[in-house]
């Protein structure tokens, strides 16, 4: 899946900074220094904007264009922050043929944005992964923590609404 | 040195210990086909396309990265298994491949299209999902066309070897793409126009903007007065793209073509070189007897100045304030030339043929020309040139040598070395030296400075005065020597700093040379021999004997840093951002 660029506006703070200018720091000599900081960077921020990715490429002297490539890479990183409530639908074989893509596109419509991003208000943001393992209960969504299994298309405004209110 | 005995295809060979199996099948006659390899910058070992037979080892391997390392390896280079195997590769290529080769830039010079028709592959073999991608104009040098990239990363390697680096492979699988961070175009990155990755792209996914059409309309124009000047190295390369051997001179053939095609005038740029060492060396002097910044580097390359704009702003004060080569000869068409000849400089449309494709970028560049009108109107590269001559059905080979029109067609042996790192150095030195002693001083032989190797330091003794200079070639050594200079811990007074690796000819717009060619081949060393050659038989060494150059300065420009002088031939430098811009 590509992967989405935020067109959120940064907001890190100096204290975050702070702490990825520790790690960088830390690592600045070790060879392959990129993943163990975009990692932790990811930590810190909880995802890899463009500012940060570019404070990575100055801090460690490596061009921009290879932090992005690692980035972009590994399915671990996030070019968007994850909402307050990240929806995860599992794209699994179960679940998907059992609908599970349905499920996605449903949700894509209801919160108008596509997977891998998140909603302006930054209340929810949408991720698409691989089998959680509830293979019993496909389909099947996370909210956070909590377990949505047997989906039907039918129900996702409810869920959405429920955590609109809360 | 230990030597090994092996066969290759059955037969004894005996070679150096660790030789890879490329190199070695090379050095015995024999051709593998590669498509990632380049040496020394990207021996990755990606596209399988060298895949060898080894006995003994558990599957097929690369011969551009396996080194062979036993006594009595036996390897096969050309099995049924191993040209199905390749056939496979390049149908598995193609199959997300655009395959338009008849409108292709590159047809005919494709390394992709060559191996195909070798290899007698059935391009619709693998029919699914094609990735679309919008060609990426956002920059007045070149076009990105990844639907005809094969993400063999050379462009990558080369880019990185610049120490630009604002190209790389993002995102995975299927969606691998070589592009810019966060997906810009390269026209919002520091990207410094060098052109070195379209120079190995091996197909047709990297190449300049072409030009030429704006060339053919002004010269079908009857109200245009078209004058054309080609810069020193074109003449050393121009011949590669009608099959001569590398490092032929085609002065009097490419003076006849560009004749044939209509221009109404043909200068040349060694004119402009000589009036940047009469400015530069007068500059150079003053600085040192004035106490200005040093040392003073060089200004032609534009690609260099762009580098230096972006990546090392703080030295620009050390840039000297000369206009390259090209934007000299320019504003002195549309002044000089123009008084003389009596046209309107309005009417006139000045094009140069460079090694280049940051020239394209330079004649666009603020601080150039004079009156609202740009000192070049239109940039071309060598390779552009000899694409409007078989447009024009001139057969080059056959052509008899013609000259260089008068007034600005008489260049010295200091103005054609210019194409050759060292070069620029090694002019400014022999008119310095001159300068300074008063005297026609007869050893004019900078030798120290010649050379292809990336960093050269030398020091002179000239009137008594001690200077100390480095020449470097290739961004990636230019950034050792600037990182000295940043620090103060460099002494020297003059360098000479030229983007593309050996000078300018092995710039972004000269002759494509295949993967296998560039590899085994000092294509550097081979066509800068042709420039000192000509610098030996030119009737005029040194930049001040030329007599063109005298009678400018008497008729027109007055002295050397004469007010005129820096009116129409020095410019100044923005700092730029570095990444994105």
Redesign the interface.
Known sequence: M??K?SSLPFQGTPEQEAKLKEVIEKHKDDPGAVMPVLQEAQDIYGYLP?EV??MI?EGLN????????VA????QFALSPKGKYNISVCLGTACYVKGSGNVLNKLTEELGIDAEECTADGLFSLTACRCIGACGLAPVMTVNDDVYGRLTIDEIPGIIKKYKGA | MEMLNIKINGRDYTVEKNTTILEACHKFGIKIPTLCYLKDINEIGACRMCLCEVKGARSLVAACVYPIDREGTEIFTNTPQIRENRKTTLELLLSNHDKKCLSCPRSDNCELQTLCLEYGVDEQKFVGAETHYDEDVSTLHLVRNNNKCILCRRCVAAC?EQF?????????GF?TAIG????KPLGE?SCVSCGQCTVVCPTGALVEKDNTAEVFKAIADPTKHVVVHTAPSIRATLGECFGMPIGTNVTGKMVSALKLLGFDKVFDTNFGADLTIMEEGTEFIQRVQNGGVLPMITSCSPGWVKFCEHYYPDLIPHLSTCKSPQQMQGAMIKSYYAEKAGIDPKDIVVVSVMPCVAKKFEIKRDDQGRDGMQDNDISITTRELAKMIKTAGIQFTDLPDDQFDSLMGIGSGAGTIFGATGGVMEAALRTVADVLTGEDLKQIDYKEVRGTDGIKEATYEVAGMTVKVAVCSGLKNAAVVLDKVRAGEADYQFIEIMCCPGGCVNGGGQPIQPGHVRNFVDLKALRAKALYEDDLNLPYRKSHDNPEIKAIYDEYLGKPGSHLAHELLHTSYVARKK??V
Do not use: H, M
């Open positions: 590509l992967k660029i463009i990715q570019q490429a490596v061009p921009v264009d290879e932090v992005y490539g972009t890479f590994y399915s | 990185n630009v680096g604002v190209i790389g492979a993002i995102n995975r969606d810019c961070a966060f997906d990155v990444n994105f």
